[in-house]
């Protein structure tokens, strides 16, 4: 499953970093945390397409 991080999918929305975490928490996605990482998650790049239509 093809992850990317919050900053590439914004870029991809056309939106910031700040208003992607919104959009994360608004959508109810799916947020993956690599090991090690607090605080820090990944996403599912077949879920952001979906919102790109």
């Known amino acids: ?3 990317i991080t919050v900053t590439e999918a ?3 929305l056309g939106v910031s970093k700040e208003e992607m975490k919104k959009i ?3 959508e109810n996605l ?3 945390s690599p090991n090690g990482m607090n605080g820090r998650y990944l996403l599912i790049d077949t879920e952001i397409k979906e919102l790109r239509g």
């Open 1 to 3: 499953m093809p992850t």
């Open 10 to 12: 914004g870029r991809l």
């Open 24 to 26: 994360v928490e608004k």
């Open 30 to 32: 799916t947020k993956i």
